[in-house]
Nanobody, 115 residues
């Protein structure tokens, strides 16, 4: 059974950093398009960053220059390095994979930015 397991969330002060990880039990991880989404309380889930199989990345405007998405195909792991965090970054962050037209989600990890 395919699983995506996020980790690395927590409580951080404004201006701080966190690194999220998503461990994927996908046998063809290198062929999957991967992404990070987030959902704040009372808001819809939004796309944060994507990384394609050719390592091309895309970011939502609100995180450009602060967040970096990367992938390690040898470790079947997706990462999100988050710097200069702001209170508005507070949300549950979800890992998503799309492989052979099938979309999968992790269970999410909470990120709280507060002083």
């Amino acid at each position: 059974q395919v699983q995506l397991v996020e980790s690395g969330g927590g409580l951080v002060q404004p201006g701080g950093s966190l690194r999220l990880s998503c461990a994927a039990s996908l046998s063809s991880f290198s062929r999957a398009a991967m992404a990070w989404y987030r959902q704040a309380p009372g808001k819809q889930r939004e796309l944060v960053a994507t990384i394609a199989t050719n390592y091309v990345t895309h970011y939502v405007d609100s995180v450009k220059g602060r967040f970096t998405v990367s992938r390690d195909n040898t470790a079947n792991t997706l990462y999100l390095q988050m710097n200069s965090l702001k209170p508005e970054d507070t949300a549950v962050y979800y890992c998503n994979s799309v492989l052979f037209g099938l979309s999968r989600w992790g269970q999410g990890t909470q990120v709280t930015v507060s002083s």
